[in-house]
């Protein structure tokens, strides 16, 4: 008998501006969506009908490592067939690779009678966040997408992950300019060590930024979401990323930053009609240049990673 199971994943928001790597939130209505096969044999096939440009080398694939961290813990050979039907646009900072690789060990753990938490989940699909980042696993974006919400990672070993509240008022505008910027690349420019002066004032945006959230306090949230340690060496990788900045913060928002490790660009707005304006003036930035861009306006999403539909086949 064959299992399939076919698995919608969302897009997310990592670091939140001061929160590298411990910091993630889920979008609404953008994602990835993947079918995982599962029947008797051993093996794994990975088939991109996407229309975006996926690696053909199994081993460069997102998907290959979190599959295999799943099914060595699982103890059991299967014949593991997934299809990728639809994705994000790799390197648009919306969690591209993390959508891919929540989608199919969230399909596959379905197909194989639910023997892990979503928690666990999580630390699979990091196995693919490791490969596309130069090495380092990280959870920020493959957090929220298998949990939905605002996620924290309070820590890595072991690792401890916290869902947090999201204000009724918290409205992102999310505009992912037409370039490209890899992971591995924007972690690359990143220094080894800062100064205590500089850690000092982000933990501070840290804290006041987690509490915002406990706090529902969305005012306290935008200035919190300010980042000393990371951006001023990724900003680089976005045209124009200061000026753009004054724009929205002109146009009404609370706080503007990049999203992952770009060169998507995130704002947080207290109402849709800010958060709405402020996206037509991103999106204008980057047009005022030559460059394409798409547009996300909307709300945090609860919902994570989720099955859209199941079967079983005798073939
Ligand atoms: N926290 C990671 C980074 C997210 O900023 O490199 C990558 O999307």
Request: charged share 20%; proline share 6%; with cysteine.
């Amino acid at each position: 008998m064959k299992k399939n199971v076919r698995v919608f994943a969302p897009g997310t928001v990592a670091n939140m501006g001061c929160g590298f790597d411990v910091m993630g939130m889920t979008l609404n209505g953008v994602g990835d969506i993947v079918s995982v096969s599962v029947s008797e044999g051993d093996g794994l096939t990975i088939e991109n009908r996407s229309s975006v440009d996926l690696p053909t080398e199994l081993d460069k694939n997102v998907i290959t490592p979190a599959v295999r961290a799943l099914m060595n813990e699982f103890g059991e050979p299967r014949m593991i067939e997934v299809v990728v039907e639809h994705k994000i646009s790799p390197g648009s900072g919306i969690g591209s690779s993390a959508a891919s690789s929540a989608a199919a060990v969230y399909a596959l753990n379905e197909a194989l009678g639910c023997p892990f938490t979503p928690e666990k989940l999580v630390e699979f699909a990091m196995e693919g966040e490791k490969l596309i980042s130069g090495g380092t696993p990280h959870a920020d974006n493959v957090g929220p997408a298998i949990l939905g919400g605002v996620v924290l990672m309070r820590g890595y070993e072991p690792l401890d992950i916290v869902r947090l509240p999201v204000p009724d008022n918290f409205f992102c505008s999310v505009v992912h300019p037409d370039i490209m910027v890899s992971t591995k690349d924007a972690r690359a420019v990143l220094p080894k060590d800062i100064t205590l002066r500089l850690a000092v004032k982000q933990w501070g945006n840290v804290a006041g930024l987690v509490a915002g959230l406990a706090l529902k306090d969305v005012y306290l949230i935008g200035r919190s979401m300010v980042d000393s340690v990371i951006e001023p060496h990724r900003k680089a990788f976005i045209p124009g990323f200061d000026e753009l900045r004054s724009k929205v913060l002109a146009t009404g928002a609370l706080s503007v930053n990049i999203s992952g490790s770009g060169p998507s660009v995130f704002a947080v707005s207290p109402d849709m009609e800010t958060a709405s304006k402020v996206g037509e003036v991103m999106s204008r930035h980057f047009a005022d240049m030559g460059i394409g861009s798409d547009l996300y306006v909307g709300t945090v999403s609860n919902e994570g990673a989720r099955v859209l539909n199941s079967s079983l086949s005798s073939r």
